[in-house]
């Protein structure tokens, strides 16, 4: 059975504010830095899947600004097996919404694109929650891949490892053994 994968980017655009800080930390400012990163992502993607030396199909890639806009392809997180979340911003609610539904990858860039601002801030608000300990079931530190398309790919091949292991009888001819 294939893998199937739902790539989701996260941003934030910010207007302008008087008086105030009204910019967010991170790469991706502007409509047209979206657009840009919108095709990055999916030639990488493209790339990430002539490599897989498995069954794989990735989804469209969606992207989300808010919460509200997660209903939207709750069919697509559905029917997929693994999330690939590039985290470029957004609010931890809308992160934490998506990851709560099926196991999840978090990508974030630091040399390889735009800045993300997960990048800065994944461990300490979406992991540990402001705690000094993993205070959130869904995500811990491995599931968090920097610029690494590499790191990618071999939890992916790990989830279509398990997805088609769980369910599925072994037969052992002899006591099964170890090591010796």
Known sequence: MELIVKP?????????KVATSWR????????????EEKMRIEREISDLSAKADFPLRMLPLT???????????????????????????????LLRKIISHKPSILF????SGPIYLWY???HPILIRRKTDE???????????????????????????????????RVISIGEPGGWG
């Open 63 to 93: 992207s989300i600004r808010r919460t509200e806009e997660l209903n939207n392809v709750m069919d697509e997180i559905e029917s997929s097996d693994v999330i690939l979340l590039y985290a470029a911003g957004g609010e931890e609610e």
């Open 134 to 168: 993993i205070a959130q079931p869904w995500m811990e530190y491995d599931d968090v891949v920097v610029d690494e398309y590499s790191e990618v790919i071999w939890r992916l091949r790990a989830y279509y490892g398990l997805k088609n292991t769980i369910g599925t």
């Open 24 to 35: 967010s930390w991170g790469g991706i400012q502007t409509e047209s830095d979206l657009a």
């Open 8 to 16: 989701i980017l996260t941003y934030n655009i910010y207007e302008r």
């Open 120 to 122: 800065e801030i994944a």
């Open 108 to 111: 974030v860039r630091h040399k």
